[in-house]
């Protein structure tokens, strides 16, 4: 059985590079582009320097460690492992990253979107609920039970979540159309933002009263 998850997550892999790889990123000019970080430069460029590709090795396009499980024990209970080109330097111009996920019973991956790229998501373990909601001004929640085997696609920039239904851990994996796809999480962003949004602004925008704002804060800032 494994054997054909396995194959499932290869082919939903290769999919998601020959169609979406190049939603989001630019084309590559060249084969390849291995990142390098040059921190000597004071130029900002949508992406990173290249290595000189006569200097490359097989070493610049391998990585290991995705089968090993991530450390739920958090709030949320849940972990990820994202391979983007900020760890996997020859993910540069290429349009692709790849995530492990990792869920403990009732594990959630909270409501967040990835700015820069689309998320296809493929079951290894367990039983996901997973859902995302179109924007404004329909705001349709479009929701799914997913088993082993099973995929789902998130589209890009869109509010999405995973969460584990079953009483044993889940795993799974997701292929994003971005080296860098970003990862926003809602909460966070509005109520643990650096410097803290005014509390009038988060009060008139969600119709909450302050004690409830001034609490949400004070637990996102720490």
Request: proline share 6%.
């Amino acid at each position: 059985m494994m054997k054909g998850v396995h194959y499932l997550v290869t082919m939903a892999l290769l999919a998601l590079a020959s169609t979406l790889a190049f939603a989001d990123d630019p084309s590559p000019l060249q084969d390849f582009c291995v990142a390098i970080n040059n921190t000597n430069s004071a130029v900002f460029v949508n992406g990173k320097f290249c290595k000189d590709p006569m200097l490359t090795t097989a070493d610049d396009f391998f990585i290991s460690g995705l089968d090993i499980p991530g450390n739920t024990e958090n709030q949320l209970g849940f972990s990820v492992n994202l391979v983007d080109v900020n760890k996997f330097a020859g993910l540069n111009t290429l349009g692709i990253s790849l995530a492990r996920i990792d869920f403990a019973p009732y594990g959630l991956t909270p409501l967040h979107t990835h700015p820069r790229g689309t998320e296809l998501l493929v079951v290894l373990e367990g039983t996901l609920l997973a859902g995302f909601v179109t924007s404004d001004p329909d705001h349709r929640f479009f929701t799914k039970t997913l088993n082993q085997g099973d995929v789902f696609v998130f589209p890009v920039g869109l509010i999405h979540f995973q969460f584990n239904m079953g009483k044993t851990n889940a795993v799974a994996f997701a292929g994003l159309s971005s080296q860098n796809p970003g990862f926003n999480t809602i909460a966070n962003a509005v109520f643990g933002s650096n410097p803290p949004i005014n509390p009038d602004v988060l009060i008139k925008a969600f119709q909450l009263d302050k004690n409830v704002v001034d609490y949400l804060q004070k637990i996102f800032h720490g």
